[in-house]
């Protein structure tokens, strides 16, 4: 962490003296990135132990803003090729926008203009700013390749299918997976593939778009891309949203390049599918596996975006063994199972995020506490909600680096991340939360106090608090963030 404070205060002249997690702290790769603040300046500051992921990063960020597309500023780099400072471009995700501005199924009519605003830039990194870019500094491979889409395809089948405990002839399967990948490789590979173009990697400021994570890019067909952004589980976007913001896209890409619009559409369902069976792979292994609960949040939408592409295409006919597989695991039942739900949606049902309206009358206040000083008392005469005791996990205040932080700071929060405990103790009080966020929205409740303590109400408590606000805010609900004894803290 020192690094980036040392890049900070060589920008800009002073100081950082505000370190905070970005998202959580983690990114899906193990990448550590946060946000640091002074008085006049902001930025965001990455560490990653990947050099080469790091290198092809800032590489491709200097060569996109050479063709004037919407990336952010590269202020600082480390020596080691392990951190780097970038500019900070806010807190609204697309995918942040579309939830705090949905209304049920239909998009409200300023996220469909900013998702129409992305897909009229796509083509721009897919050709324009394709002609030049250096694939050398690809990282992992130079192309998504038979190689690349091997990997994906084994990503699915031992980190998502073997872990749902779904049957199936490995032999039947691997030909599938054979079939598969000459189909897509058929597609060509003559643009630039950004690989994780999705809802959370684009921000918006002031209404404009801009394009984060793009370091796994390399050499591909343009399929994917749209492909990624179109079926982003969470997003959600109704099919008829979906087609429509492909024409747009493919009469975006026809400006750039010369395009088959009917072989483009015939190969495109096969994109689909390996992005979604690639997006399954990473939330089996990330949420099964690693036992981090928000990614296992994406896995029925995935799914039933999963279903609905074996229903509204004819790959089945062409992959019988991975359609059997996959039809075992797109029932309610079994998407209940995988998901952790009690009930899902009934067949054909989508799940939408309920947004905090104007006539939804709860508000959950989360609150963090210490002990040392009694649990959070409820004067609005209602009885409470939640108290969950932290005490029994992992204690940051144990150790001397961490006793002037507080559960908001990166490093507490990279600490507590590394235990399977947390993520398991945070995980279930959501779930507990959500089944009265839910109950308390239908009988028009206005009030639910959700509280943490731990022994100085410093560090567990406030990282679970802090994690359950954001979490609570990006499913719509209106919340009030409280740390009772933040008065008490280290200055």
Sequence with gaps: MEVLRQLFERHFGQPATSVSPVQGGLGGSGRLIVRLSSAQHSAIGILNSVREENLAF???????????????????????????????????????????????PELAPQVLEAYRRVVEELPRFQVEAARG?????????????????????NYFKYYFLKLAGAEFHEQALEEDFARLTSRLLSAGQECFLYRDFQSRNVMLREGRPYFLDYQGGRRGAPHYDIASLLFDAKADLPPTVRDELLGQYLEALARHMKVDRGRFLADYPAWVLVRILQALGAYGYRGYYERKAHFLQSVPYALRNLRWLWENSTLAAGLPALAKACAQLTSDAKIA???????????????????????????????????????????????????????????????????????RDAEVAVYLEQHVTVAEFLQHALALVDISVAEYRRRGFQRLMVSYGCTGGQHRSVYLAEQTARQLRERGVRVELQHREQERWPR
Excluded: M
């Design 133 to 153: 870019i250096d694939y050398s500094l690809c990282y992992p491979r130079a192309a998504f390749d038979a190689q690349s889409i091997h990997w994906d395809l």
């Design 337 to 407: 199972e995988l998901s952790g739900a009690a009930t899902t949606a009934a067949a054909g049902d989508t799940p939408q995020t309920v947004p905090a309206q104007a006539d939804d009358p709860l508000t959950v206040i989360v609150t963090s506490f210490s002990y040392h000083h009694g649990p959070v008392a409820d004067e609005s005469g209602h009885g409470g909600g939640y108290t969950f005791d932290a005490r029994g996990l992992p204690n940051p205040g144990r150790e001397a680096r961490f006793q002037s932080l507080t559960g």
């Design 58 to 104: 800032l590489s491709f960020t200097r060569h996109f803003l050479k063709h004037g597309l919407a990336v952010p500023q590269i202020y600082a780099e480390a020596a080691t090729g392990t951190a780097y400072l970038e500019e900070d471009l806010g807190d609204t995700t697309l995918y942040q926008y579309l939830t705090a501005h949905r209304r049920g």
